[in-house]
């Protein structure tokens, strides 16, 4: 590392400003630890990601940053309506603890960072993690970081880095428990749009998700009468949609033509209010996600195309699991981050077979179009295939042979 005379050092380092990190910094902030939080971008900015949550992530938002705060920055989603380009749909409805969540993704980020600030942790703006070299897990070796902020180079210690970095997560590289890029690679786009049909914010509205041959199109209401458009596709077809029409905007609006219009969409022909942004891969790996020194939380831990969008609602989970086991571990409890690993891993590992195998389905279309029609004409099934994608029951329900029988049999 680049040699500086004057160290800084503070208990635990979190490398990443989004809904991970900063939930990270308010909880371990509240619990009495010593926080130091470096985000890159000197305020928040929109950037291709997903804004459709489980009635979850309300819950959460909730418990940061209280009933009020947390209402203004989502819609209530009560219905997903999930359709095919042949017409095959079926609406999925929320269970009764709750609607879904359109969020107001760059608001949340700037109310999470004011909180963890207002919890004590100290949230540097700016300020570009260039290095890092981890320390032990048992606390004797400080992790170090090269820091660059808008004053110059800083080094820093300290006991533990908390990686909330993302899918390119530095701190995983760092740690080396990345693990080989997955084979199909894919993009997202992302905007949102003027909807003149807007309901208030605190009523709930319909979300929509449009499946193509290997692509599909969400469209979520989030606050302040707008649509987030947000579209996923493979990088060959992204790559051979910028060829034949030069810009993202362009690829985003030809999928939106391909895409049939329903009433009321008043959206479609309004502008948009932010640039369409990419991201890419929609993929990230890794072996472990806590380890000798570091924790990670939120898409630096493992990331898959959920297709449900639950990203934002894992992110905040999962920072719940890590602070809690961050705080044992400072407590003198040596196995807390082992734990959070296994239990991370656990909660999530049959939710992930289910957005493998909803991958399959979007690459055969007539397997999906039967899969969708089942779904619309057998009540029962529908209901808990929707609690699931929800986080409202145990993905164990939808893997089950019996669950599988009753929605493919003829």
């Known amino acids: ?51 459709y949550s489980s009635p979850s992530t309300r819950t959460e938002l909730s418990e940061l940053l209280g009933d009020g705060a947390a209402g ?19 609406v999925l409805v929320h269970g009764t603890d709750g609607p879904a969540v359109g969020v107001d993704r760059v608001r ?27 320390g032990s897990e048992a606390g004797a070796a400080d992790a170090q970081l090269l820091v660059s902020t808008p004053s110059g180079q800083e080094r820093w210690r300290s006991r533990l880095v908390v990686g909330a970095d993302g899918p390119r997560s530095l701190v995983a590289r760092s740690a080396g428990v990345t693990r080989r890029p997955l084979p199909v690679v894919r993009a997202g786009l992302s905007v949102h749009r003027l909807d003149p049909a807007a309901l208030p914010d605190h009523l709930p509205m319909t979300a929509r998700l449009v499946f193509g041959a290997g692509w599909y199109v969400g469209v979520t209401p989030v606050p302040r ?23 993202p905007t362009a690829v985003m609006n030809r999928l939106l033509d391909e895409i049939p ?61 890590a602070a809690t086991a961050i705080d044992r571990w400072r407590n003198g409890d040596r196995s807390a981050l082992s734990r959070y690993d296994q239990r991370l891993r656990a909660r999530y590992r049959r939710k992930d077979l289910i957005s493998w195998i909803l991958q399959g389905f979007m690459g055969q279309p007539a397997m999906l179009d039967y899969a969708i029609r089942r779904l619309d004409r057998r009540p029962s099934v529908r209901r808990v295939f929707g609690m699931v994608m929800s986080d409202l029951a145990p993905p164990e329900r939808a893997l089950d042979p019996r669950f599988l029988a009753a929605l493919l049999a003829p």
């Open 1 to 51: 590392m680049v040699s500086t005379r004057h160290w800084n050092e503070v208990e635990i380092a979190v490398v990443g400003g989004g809904p991970a990190g900063a939930a990270m910094a308010i909880r371990l902030a509240a619990a009495g630890r010593e926080v130091a939080l470096f985000e890159r971008w000197h305020r928040p900015r929109w950037r291709a990601s997903g804004v």
């Open 72 to 90: 203004s920055l989502v819609r209530p989603i009560s219905e997903l309506l999930v359709e095919s380009l042949s017409g095959a749909s079926v």
């Open 108 to 134: 949340l980020e700037a109310a999470l960072l004011a909180r963890a600030r207002q919890a004590g942790a100290q949230v540097h703006e700016g300020a570009v993690v260039r290095e890092v070299v981890l």
């Open 225 to 247: 009468g707008r649509v987030n458009v947000g579209a996923v596709l493979s990088r060959a077809e992204l790559q051979r949609r910028l060829a034949g029409k030069g810009a």
């Open 261 to 321: 219009r329903r009433r009321g969409e008043l959206w479609r022909n309004e502008p948009i209010v932010d640039q369409v942004t990419v991201t890419m891969p929609l993929a990230h790996r890794v072996a472990r996600i806590a380890g000798p020194g570091f924790v990670l939380v939120g898409d630096a831990c493992g990331y898959i195309d959920p297709v449900s969008g639950e990203g934002i609602g894992r992110a905040l989970q999962g920072a719940e699991l």
